[in-house]
């Protein structure tokens, strides 16, 4: 990296030693995982590109556009609607949890027994090592799962501009009612934050551009449907996970250009693996950069992720907000609309989860599922048993897994996913 990039990190307040060492980590382990596959489409390269300059091209850009005036404001969870925030003139980011960090000091602020994703985005914090978080002008906190309400409430002492969205636990009318009106709060702290009006024309415009995202990871998915899958589960995590953070329209761009070749590997029948090797469904809780353990786990024991039933995945982008309306009201009712229909496990009852899982099962010709349950993650560990007894009485086989972000349990789990994949030969 060059000298000017430090300069930028040290500016941003970060601690230059701690960043270099968490650089060093996730470029180890993208080398390791990513680099070594075989059979990666060319057009990849960009997502190569875009993960080596993670801290530096891309918090550059960030930063030019924030002196032009463009606020920045950074998201844990795909409840915040990234249109509203398009629509005046802001970008949103999604903030990376996906690594442990600064642990010995996280656990003087949070439980040892705490999900290693709410640990992890204190660990970024408390070891200022997040060019993101440190360059964001408001950063959004919701009340989802009991570990993230409490946490929000000590890390409001260390971030600074915290503003914590209420989110509804039940789909009901009341439910609905309160989505509506924390959209509206947010639609203006966001207006007051960048002293902007959002107007029908814009939001229309956040729509559309979001949409288009949307559109084409659902191009990507359904050429995942292909037996040889083109690409790996591994690669298409990756472009889930850029979702977050890349310019969105590149980043639309980016991924029509990976189908573009993808569509050709599938008229002359290439594929990353076999044909005969097992698919699989992974569901469950995100995976944030750089939590690419358990794909690359099972993609080296001889199967293929061809979905992800998750935010960072089909959960996250599988409906699209109805951009025909004509006024800002009717927009925001379209954008309460398309949000609550998101199944997160905070949801009680759920049952559209579930649903959505045997769905994909049978789209994506699933031969097995993996349910992927962080531990001390209760919604979805809970909600795995339920998973599990739908997808038995169907006759899908199924692997429920529960692990963190350490590498202690690679033999373990290689283990059993080995002998899980082997049964599905
Ligand atoms: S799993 Fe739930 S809390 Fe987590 S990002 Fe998704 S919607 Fe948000
Ligand atoms: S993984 Fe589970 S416990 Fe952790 S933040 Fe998400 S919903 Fe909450």
Redesign the pocket.
Known sequence: MSQDYHQMWSDLGLDLDAHDALLDVLSKAYGDIYLSQNHRPETMQYFDFVMSEVHGLRIKELLDEKEQGRKIIGS????VPEEIVLAANATLIGLCSGADFATEEVEQFLPRNTCALIKSSFGFKLGKVCPYLESADLVVG?N??DG?KKAYETLNDLVKNLYVMDLPQVKSNQGRKLLKSEYYRFKTEVENLTGKTITTDALKKGIQIVNNKRKAIHRLSNLRRSNPSPISGLDALLTNQVFFYDNPERFTDSVNKICDELEQRIKQKIGVFPESTPRILLSG??MAVPNWKLPWIIESSGAVIVGEES?VGE??VRNLTNDSVNTVDELMEAIIDRYFK?D???FTPNPDRLNHIKEMVEAYTVDGVIHYGLQFCQPYIMESIPVEKVLEKNSIPILRVETDYSMEDVGQLKTRIEAFIEQLK
């Open positions: 844990y969870c795909v409840f919701e989802t799962c993230k809780c995100p935010c959960r996250g998101i997160c496990a905070l």
